[in-house]
Each structure stands twice: as C-alpha cells, then as structure tokens.
C-alpha cells in the first residue's frame, strides 16, 4: 500500500469521529445532489414529452386522395416547425378508437372504420408556431378540420399545462442547486476544519519532516488523500442510498406516470444515468477535496 | 584530495541575531570532509544557531555558510529539501514520530530521500542492526528508553547514507553509560567516513572523546579553543 495512503488511513483511524462527521456531511451533500439530479433528469422528460408529443391532428376529408395526403405529408415534413409527422388511416383510427373504449366493447361494435376521418398528426418544435401552421394547415383542399390533441383540450390548455411544467421545473432546479451548493459550503468547510486541525496536531510531525527534507508535496499529500478519502466515501455512500432509494420507488414512479418516461424504463438505462451522475459526483468531489485540502494547509501555515 | 576539495564546510565571518540578540557573531571556521568536531560552549553562545545554519533552518544576518561549495543561504524552498536528505540530524530531544514504530520511523526517511519501498526492508534492518535495536523495530517510541530512542534517531539519520551528521546534545538526555555507547556509535561511524558535527556542554565527553573542539562563548569562538585536544 502506498506511504502516503497508509499514513492517510492512520490518521482516519486515529480520529474516527471527526471521520465519520465529515464523511457523513458529505453523504448528505451527495445523496441530495444525486436526487436533484434525477429530479432535473425528471422534470426535463415530464417537458420533453408534453411537448414532443402530436399536438396537431388535421382531419382529412373522406374523398382525400392517397396522392393529395402524401403531398400534404411531404409538405408538412419539409417544414421545419413541424416534426414527428404521422399519417392515421381510416382503419387505425378505429382501431385507436376501440383499445380508448376497450372497458366498454359495446361502443366499438357498433362502428366501422367509414365513420372515423384519416388525419395527419405532428407536433410543432415550439407551441408559438401552432397557430401559424394550423392557419396554413386549414387553407388545404383535403383537410377538414384541424384540433390539438383532444386530452389536453386544445391549444390554451396545453400551453397552459407546459408553462406550470416549466414553472415548477425551474422551481426545482433552482431550489434543489441551491440547497445542494449550500451542502457543498458546508462540506468544504467542515473538510477546511478537519485539514486544519490535522495540519495542527501534526505540527511536531511536520517540523520533524522538514528537518529530515521532506518536500513540501510530501507533506502536503497525506493530508490530501485524506480529504479524497472522505470526499469519495461520501460520494459513494450519498450516491448508494440515492440509488437505492430511486431503484425501489421506479417501479411506483414508473407505473404512476404511465407512459410518460420520468425515469428509464429499462435497467440499462437506470444504471446509465445513475453512472453519469456519479461520474460528474466524482469529479466534483476531486475538485471540492483538492480545494478543501489545499486551502486549510495554506491558511494554516499562513496564521503561523 | 586537494586541500580546497578537503574542506567540507565553510563559515565566513557569520553573524546571525535574532531581534537585537546577537547568537553568533563574525563566526569563521572550517570543517574538513571526515571530520569529528565538537561544538562547546555554555548554553546560549550560539552552538544550535551554528547547526541550524548547516541544516539551512535559518539564514546568517552577515556573512556565508558554505557546505560542499553551495552557499546554503541560497538554496530556496524547492533546493532546500534535497540539501537536507544528503544530511543527517539528531536531536537532544529525539524527534521521532510518536505514532510510528522504531521500523516506521526509519522508513519515513527513506520514503522522504525517494527510495522505492522494496528496498526499506534491507537498510532499515542494517541500520537497525548497526545501533543495535534490531528487536525493537516494531516498538514505538512510547515503549523505548532515552537512550534508545536517541538510537532510533540515529538510525534515521543514517538511513538516508548522509554526508554530514549533526548531532544537537544528542547525550543531553541520557545518562553516562548510554551517552558512552552513543559516542561509541558516532566515533565508529565517523571512521567510514562521515562528518560529524556534535555541538555538546558535556565536557567529560569532549575529554573523553579529543576530538576537534569549536569553544563558542557570547556567539564568538574563543580564541586557543579552536584546536584538536587528540
């Protein structure tokens, strides 16, 4: 094992309460910015989805030749407000119709596809367009009408919900930033009080060490790899229990939310954001470690 | 070896104050390479001012200190600690980390001068064995006697294979037998070459021992003391 790791480790396991504060301060700090971040992971879904989802269908008129919709079709896809264009047949239409009143299949008996219009479905990249496209939409020899998504109950609801989305997403962000840039204070500086406080008990140590030439790296390294060793524990302990926390509540989340996909669905893709999040935890933790340390040394040497 | 090559350190007329204390004043001396001098005086005539400078752990107010050609007063922050591996130090108070063993305590100097771990086990035993505290390496300093903890002392400061050892009342704190054995150890050492400064009020040493003699009074040599009483 490393001089300086050993060194390091002892003096953790001299002083295994001050150990234990600072490693659970920064336990603390990472569990919630670990939940902040799937909840900025969350939130910006919840948006994605409301706002990428067909808010536009235009009813096409029954005598609509197969010609005249594809032409409409390429039409809409060359237009660069519009996305994820969808044509629906007559017959997916019902089809559509009977799976929404699937808990009454009386309803669905009693049609045929001949009563059900084939329309075009998309979404617009941002709803400030929706009006100008619908307008265009409208002048189209084969469209009948044009709607929002019936769900949302047209434009003025959509906006409407999107906005309090929007809303109560920069809530969270800013609130959860916040909070966690004020757990990221105060770890920094309970790791500034640990390092001093070991700069000062080891002060016999250090003069000892000058005598005998250690550089001041050799010193200084020690010290560091302690705060890196409380910072990563922290890291690893905040970010566990966060994980664990989210991996037994998905299933809850998941089902509650339907098809809206606030966390991912697929265990590959849970592990894939719970790596990125700790992969920036621990980089953030270096930063935050190296500082810590190398600020309370400074500090320390500079008062004597 | 030619006479300037001989001459291992060299002070200048040396003045070093501390406020308006005057430890050392207008000091000139040289030190030959091998060479066993003892540094007397009463407490307070500048005998630890005089290692310090050596060791570069303070500046002169006036004049140079030179060991091996290289003006110690110059050496900065980042030359400073590769000077002081190529010297050995021990202290009337030990100075050993209390919370390591006889072997770590060695060790530490070792990981200091750079030398990779799989070679401490050899020296740290060789050095062990020269001071004899070969049974005592995992001891630490709190189950160990004066007299042995000045040997761990020792024991690391010849770990790093010094140039120059310097002793600062090394038997300050040990009673005659020990401070025999540790003089012993010191005279034995000095015969392999090394030099060594040992600054020491314990006169029955100095007579014992006739050494070179460097009689500090007032922060001045005093004249007719400066001699070889062998």
Sequence with gaps: MNTHFKTAWGYI?????????????????????????????????????????????AFLKGD????????????????SYVKDVKYVSKEEALSIYKEATSDNPLLGQLVSPSIFPASLEF??????????????????????????TAALGGEASLNDVISKLKTITTYVRIGGITF??????????????????????????????????????????????????????GCFIGWAVAFIAVLYLSPSVVTYFGEIPILPK???????????????????????????????????KKVR | MSKEEAVQIIF??????????????????????????????????????????ILGQTSPSKGEVKVDGLNVSNLNDKNLPSYRQKIGMIFQDF????????????????????????GWQERVEHVLKLVGLTRQANHFPSQLSGGELQRVSLARALSVNPKIVLADEPTGNLDWDTSDMLMELLEKINKEGKTIIMATHNMEIVDKYKKRIIHLEDGKIKEGKDSKSK
């Design chain 2, 95 to 118: 100075k050993v980390l209390p919370e390591r063993t006889v072997f770590e305590n060695i060790a530490v100097a070792l990981s200091v001068i750079g030398l990779p771990e799989s």
């Design chain 1, 123 to 148: 979404s617009v990249t941002d709803l400030s367009f929706a009006q100008g496209t619908i307008d265009e939409l409208k002048k189209e020899s084969i469209v009948d009408s044009v709607g929002f």
């Design chain 1, 64 to 79: 609509a030749e197969d010609t005249s919709i594809a032409a409409l079709q390429h039409k809409l896809e060359a237009n």
């Design chain 1, 266 to 300: 697929d265990a590959l893709g849970l592990f894939e954001l719970f790596g990125i999040v700790l992969g920036i935890e621990i980089i953030a933790g270096a930063l935050l470690a190296l500082s810590g340390s190398l600020v309370a040394i400074s500090r320390v």
């Design chain 1, 180 to 233: 966690v840039g004020l757990l990221s204070i105060t770890s920094l500086v309970i790791l500034l009080v640990i390092t001093s406080m070991r700069v000062v008990g080891r002060r016999e140590e250090v003069e000892i060490l000058n005598l005998i030439g250690a550089t001041k790296g050799f010193i200084r390294r020690p010290l560091v790899i302690e705060a890196f060793i409380y910072t990563f524990f």
């Design chain 2, 12 to 53: 200048k007329n040396v003045s070093k104050s501390y406020g308006s204390l005057a430890a050392l004043d207008e000091v000139s001396f040289e030190i030959k390479k091998g060479e066993f001098v003892f540094i007397t005086g009463p407490s307070g005539a500048g005998k630890t001012t005089i290692l310090k400078l």
């Design chain 1, 13 to 57: 396991r001299r002083s295994p309460f001050q150990a234990l504060a600072v490693s659970f301060v920064l336990g603390l700090t990472f569990f919630v910015a670990t939940i902040v971040s799937v909840l900025v992971y969350s939130s910006s879904k919840l948006i994605t989805y409301f706002e990428t989802r067909p808010q536009v269908i």
